[in-house]
C-alpha cells in the first residue's frame, strides 16, 4: 500500500504539535489571506500602494497587539499564536506582516511593557481596534546598526519634553497617528509617544522603492517637536527599550519568512509538474527534485526553529541570541528560496503574475530591517566567543 503522502508546506507535521487554539488562529488568519489578500496584493505591490482597507479586518480578527491581555482590549493570545500569525501574513505579502509586526511589537508592546497605565488605557484598545496606526523610529539616516550612537535627543523643559533629531526607513510613518520615537536625553536614551499632528513632526514617505512596495515607509523629521512628560514611557531607560521592542518584532519575523517560502515552494510545485519541456515536466528532472528537496528541508527546520522558540517565549525563557540566530536563519532560508523559485519560473518569474519575484524582493528588506544579516551573526559569535567584535 502506497503510504499516506506527506503535506509538502509541512514534511514534519509541525502543525500536530500546535494547540486547538492555535489551529484555530492559523486557519482564521490563513483563510483571510486567500480571501482577501491574495486577489489583491500583487496589483497593491505594482502600485506601491499600502492595501488600508484591510485594516479593519486585520483588527477585527484579532491580529493587532495580539499576545497583550484583554483588559487592554487585545485577545491575549500565546506567543507562538503571534507567530503563526505572521507566518500567514507573510504568506500574502511582507508589507501587511510589517504593518502588523510594527503596530503589535514595536508601538503596542512598549506602551504595555514600558508605559504607564494611564498610557496603556489611552491607546492600547484603540490600536487593537485598529483606530490608530503608531509607528517606531529607532534607526536614523547616518547608521542603523549602531542605534547607541543615536543623534535625536530630548531635552526637559519645565514640565515637557522638545525632541529634535530624524529617524529613517520608518514602516507606517505616514499612516500613523503616533510614533514612539527614542531620543538621547541626559539619562540615557528614553521613548516617546509623539503624536503625528504635532508641531514640528514631518512625515515624508519614501518612493522608488523596490522592496515592500505594498508598506509604507518613512522619513520622520522632529524640528522642536514639545510633548508633555506624561508622553514619556516611564519605565524604560537605556538602550535595552528599544532592544527590548525588538526582540519581540524580531521573534515575530522568524515565523514570517517561512510562510513567504511557502508560497514561492507551493506555485513552484504545481508550475513544474505543468510544464513540460523536453518531453517531460519539468518536475520529472533530478536537478527540479533536488531544488524543491532543498527548499522542504530548510521550511522544515525553520518551522522547528520558530516553533521552539516560540515554545521558550510562552515560558518566559527566550534568549535575544536565540531570536538572533533564528531571524538570520529563517531570513537567509526563505531569499534563497524566493531567488531560486524565480529562476525555476523561467520569464514567467520575472513578473507579479506570480510571487516569487513579489517575495524574493521583499525579503531583501526583511533580511536588512530588524538587525541585518551580519548583525544577528555576529549576536551569536559573540555569545559562543565572549568577545564583543561589534
Ligand atoms: P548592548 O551593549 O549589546 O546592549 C545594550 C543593552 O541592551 C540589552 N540588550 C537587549 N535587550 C533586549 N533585547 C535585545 N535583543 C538586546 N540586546 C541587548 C543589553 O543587555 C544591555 O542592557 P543593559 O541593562 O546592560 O544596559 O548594545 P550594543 O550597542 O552592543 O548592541 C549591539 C547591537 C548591534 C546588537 C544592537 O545595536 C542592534 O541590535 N543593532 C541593530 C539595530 C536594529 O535592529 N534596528 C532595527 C530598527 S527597527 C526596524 O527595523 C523595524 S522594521 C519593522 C517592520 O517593518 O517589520
Ligand atoms: P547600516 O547600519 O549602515 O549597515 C550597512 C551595512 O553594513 C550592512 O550590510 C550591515 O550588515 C553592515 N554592517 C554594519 N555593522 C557592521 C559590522 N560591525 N561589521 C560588518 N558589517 C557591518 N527602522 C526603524 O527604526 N523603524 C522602522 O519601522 C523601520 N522599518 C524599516 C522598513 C524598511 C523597508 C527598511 C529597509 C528598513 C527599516 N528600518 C526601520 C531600518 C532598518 O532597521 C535598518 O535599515 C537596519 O537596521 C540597517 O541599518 P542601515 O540601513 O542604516 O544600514
Keep these: 500500500m502506497a503510504a499516506a503522502r506527506l503535506n509538502p508546506l509541512d514534511l514534519y507535521d509541525v502543525r500536530s504539535l500546535l494547540s486547538d487554539e492555535e489551529r484555530m488562529v492559523q486557519d482564521a488568519v490563513g483563510r483571510f489571506v486567500d480571501e482577501k489578500v491574495l486577489p489583491i496584493i500583487g496589483d497593491a505591490f505594482d502600485q506601491a500602494r499600502f492595501p488600508t482597507e484591510l485594516i479593519p479586518e486585520i483588527a477585527s480578527l484579532g491580529l493587532l497587539g495580539a499576545t497583550i491581555p484583554e483588559k487592554y482590549g487585545c485577545a491575549g493570545m500565546s506567543g507562538v499564536s503571534y507567530g503563526l500569525i505572521c ?98 536625553t ?66 515575530g519575523i522568524t515565523w514570517g519568512p517561512i510562510g513567504a517560502a511557502q508560497a514561492c515552494l507551493k506555485e513552484v510545485i504545481d508550475y513544474t509538474a505543468e510544464r513540460v519541456l523536453f518531453g517531460r515536466p519539468l518536475a520529472a528532472n533530478q536537478a527540479i527534485q533536488l531544488k524543491l528537496a532543498d527548499m522542504a528541508r530548510r521550511i522544515t527546520t525553520a518551522q522547528l526553529l520558530s516553533l521552539q522558540l516560540g515554545r521558550l517565549k510562552d515560558a518566559g525563557a527566550m534568549q535575544p541570541t536565540q531570536v538572533s540566530l533564528a531571524k538570520w536563519n529563517n531570513c537567509r532560508m526563505a531569499i534563497d528560496i524566493a531567488r531560486q523559485c524565480r529562476d525555476i519560473l523561467g520569464g514567467a518569474g520575472i513578473t507579479t503574475e506570480h510571487t516569487a519575484i513579489r517575495h524574493a524582493l521583499n525579503l531583501e528588506s526583511v533580511i536588512t530591517y530588524e538587525g541585518t544579516e551580519t548583525v544577528h551573526e555576529l549576536v551569536v559569535g559573540r555569545e559562543l566567543t565572549g568577545i564583543n567584535a561589534f
Design 87 to 184: 507566518q500567514e501574513l507573510e504568506r500574502g505579502d511582507s508589507g501587511l506582516r510589517s504593518f502588523a509586526s510594527v503596530q503589535s511589537s514595536l508601538v503596542m508592546y512598549p506602551i504595555y511593557a514600558y508605559g504607564s497605565e494611564e498610557q496603556r488605557m489611552e491607546y492600547l484598545p484603540k490600536m487593537a481596534a485598529g483606530e490608530i496606526i503608531g509607528c517606531f523610529g529607532l534607526t536614523e539616516p547616518h547608521g542603523g546598526s549602531d542605534p547607541a550612537n543615536m543623534k535625536t535627543h530630548a531635552k526637559k523643559d519645565g514640565g515637557d519634553w522638545v525632541i529634535n533629531g530624524a529617524k529613517m526607513w520608518i514602516t507606517n510613518g505616514n499612516l500613523a497617528q503616533i510614533a514612539v520615537v527614542w531620543a538621547q
Design 186 to 251: 541626559e539619562d540615557g536614551i528614553q521613548g516617546f509617544i509623539v503624536p503625528t499632528d504635532t508641531k514640528g513632526f514631518t512625515a515624508q514617505q519614501i518612493h522608488k522603492k523596490m522592496s515592500l512596495r505594498a508598506s509604507v515607509t518613512s522619513a520622520l523629521f522632529l524640528d522642536n517637536v514639545r510633548v508633555p512628560d506624561a508622553n514619556r514611557l516611564p519605565n524604560v531607560k537605556g538602550l535595552k527599550g528599544p532592544l527590548g521592542c525588538l526582540t519581540q518584532a524580531r521573534y
